[in-house]
């Protein structure tokens, strides 16, 4: 039974990772720096440099920034945070820009020195922006997650500096707590009123995304495809929508998406499917609400082991995500759930994150479909068992696995990406 203190501990972790943000969050942290960079040196900067982790410019590189007129990259991010940038809605920092000033913010990115450089850290996500302006300077540190400033400087004078490790969990509340049974009793004995406000809002948000990629040309449109050539039921709808929502994210969409573990993909992919199948089912509100716990749930308790950022593709963690959740509907108990994530986490683990793009659409839709195997698999009385490749026994015991594969083992992958993505295809 949860403890009154790991209920909280709950609660609190679900309010930290489930906020809103318009964009792929690398671009709107470099936009949100940006922003508070000018504020701190109270004009445009004439002259920046950015000290950015090899992550923060393997995600940006290939994806639209929202409200920027179509623009990619680290420079058009920064300069739409700067032009446009408001800081005090933090990833939502650009989430309102007039389109009169597209061409402003393309005309700062084109003319402004912006000298781009990989950050000599061991972090993967840190972001280090000094900006200059006639005689005066300031910078802005972002380090572990996206939105977390941890100092603030200004001409040689300290305005904010808070301790930091590097750890990506630094700030945060401690997920140590989590694990697949807890996960499991919090869902079904949550107060709801606590947290419907937020679940409600990832619905919301997330499903209206997923709809604009269905019905506009975004991306590669994989939800589009998905459903002209495969068999109209509801697992080809559950990864068709999880994918369109992607395709418009990547795409520069500007609705809002409600992330989750820092990233709107995952939030994308761990939320529509199950709502997809919870309209399918008729299922009410409440039972779509516990489902949606046990998929936000698991995705965070496999992602705390793995980190933000990874070589290792978060979309994999959402698909046993949504999985576990659609468990839970169509299931409920421990066992459908634990099965379903040790059978799917050992089909695709190690998925390679090659940047935020177009084709993260089609890896949510295999991460999704993974998901839904994995259940198939415990229901049909079949499982990957203790001893297959990276799966042990106990579901716990698993995930902690997939954690060693990510940081330990994938290290040299992510950098051979980054070599690849930027000496290789410039």
Known sequence: MLTAEKK??????????????????????????????????????????????????????????????????????????????????????????????????????????????????????????????????ASVHIANSHSNIVREERDGEVLLEKPVTDSTEDSLTDKSVLNVADILDFANTAELEEIAPLLRRQIDCNTAIAEEGLQNDWGANIGSVMLAEYPSDIKTEAR?????????????????VVILSGSGNQGITASVPVVRYARHLGTGQEKLYRALLVSDLVTIHQKSGIGRLSAYCGAVSAGVGAGAGIAYLLDGSYEAIAHTIVNAVAMISGTICDGAKPSCAAKIAASVDAGLLGYSMYKNHQEFKSGDGIVTKGVDNTIANIGILAQQGMRQTDQTILSIMTERCK
């Open 8 to 137: 909280m501990a709950y609660l609190s972790i679900l309010r930290e990772e489930l906020v809103p943000a318009t964009g792929c969050t690398e671009p709107i942290a470099l936009a949100y720096a940006s922003a508070r960079l000018r504020d701190i040196l109270g004009t445009n900067p004439e002259r920046i440099r950015a000290e950015v982790s090899g992550n923060i410019i393997k995600n940006v590189k290939s994806v639209v920034v929202p409200n920027s007129g179509g623009l990619k990259g680290i420079c058009a991010a920064i300069a739409a945070g700067i032009i446009a940038g408001a800081a005090e809605r933090a990833l939502q920092v650009i989430s309102s820009v007039p389109a009169e000033l597209h061409e402003t913010i393309a005309a700062y990115s084109q003319d402004t020195p912006i000298e781009i450089a990989c950050a000599d850290t061991t972090r993967m996500l840190d972001i280090r922006l000094t900006g200059w302006a006639g005689e005066h300077f």
């Open 240 to 256: 068709a929508w999880a994918a369109a929502g992607s395709d418009a994210r990547m795409s520069g969409c500007e609705l809002p």
